[in-house]
């Protein structure tokens, strides 16, 4: 179920016969699953078409499992793509302030070919943080607790709501290895979607 604010933005940008013409224009992909994003993405884009969604911050509870698996994936695809983006993780606690990422969070991304083990966990920062465009929280305890911290909910999003029909990403700190991989899939869909949806379309 859309949240109220989802609504609203739609009603906001969605009711105009130009922006509705605008969009009708794009090519269909199922990367559109939160319409709120690429509604933002249009309204940035310049005359030339270049995506101004510069800086993603991915944000969990402890910043040790599953946002530094969302950052390592999301710079893997970034390098490939050519991507001048910001990417960093936080936490919405400061559990594990300074710590490296949880070794079975470690071992999945190796096993994939990416290397998260020099990251740190750190604690979301409301004033530092909010010089990023878009914020996206795995899930919807995250969403609530960076809105409590007070940032604009025109910057959040959630990492389900592309390509995973909303599901959150659990917290996979009390699971086996298993788990993790199983974070990393959907971290990896949801990625794929995300990125797809930032770069305009051929």
Known sequence: MESM???EFERRHYNK???TKSIKNRKKSKICFDKRLCAIILEQNSAEGNYMVKSILFVCLG????SPLAEGIAREIAQKGGLEVK???AGTSGWHIGEHP???SIEVAQKHGIDISKLKGRKVNPYADDSFDLIVAMDRQNYKDLQTLGFSKEKLVLMGDFGLQGREIPDPY???LDGFEKVYEMLETAMENLFSALQRDS
């Open 102 to 104: 949880d070794e079975r």
């Open 87 to 89: 990417l960093d993780s």
């Open 174 to 176: 009390h699971m086996g």
């Open 63 to 66: 910043n040790i499992c599953r």
């Open 17 to 19: 016969k130009k922006k």
């Open 5 to 7: 604010h989802f609504v």
